[in-house]
């Protein structure tokens, strides 16, 4: 079993920034790809970015060249650094955790804010 902890939520004004980290504990196969989703009220859960354990990574378009995701694997612990954030990128930030076919973990999500 894998355990997700999330840190670094809270509320910022637009064109703030913030720091999110996920640490993963347990049983983490080493071959795996982290990120973060996130979920507004009323809409379904988006990717926003994601990292391979050899580092590839992925983003949702609007959030590309304000976001950048990165990883510790020594500390199995993802960060996602959200620069110039925008009101409409309030919502409940989760991370993620996939490996073998079988796994697929989340976090038990962190809020963020950002007022206009």
């Known amino acids: 079993q894998v355990q997700l902890v999330e840190s670094g939520g809270g509320l910022v004004q637009a064109g703030g920034s913030l720091r999110l980290s996920c640490a993963a504990s347990?049983?983490?196969?080493?071959?795996?790809?982290m990120g973060w989703f996130r979920q507004a009220p009323g809409k379904q859960r988006d990717l926003v970015a994601t990292i391979t354990n050899g580092g590839s990574t992925n983003y949702k378009d609007s959030v590309k060249g304000r976001f950048t995701i990165s990883r510790d694997g020594a500390k199995n612990t993802v960060y996602l650094q959200m620069n110039s954030l925008k009101p409409e990128d309030t919502a409940v930030y989760y991370c993620?955790?996939?490996?073998?076919?079988?796994?697929?973990?989340w976090g038990q999500g962190t809020q963020v804010t950002v007022s206009s």
């Open positions: 347990g049983s983490v196969f080493s071959i795996n790809t």
């Open positions: 993620n955790l996939r490996a073998r076919a079988w796994e697929n973990f």
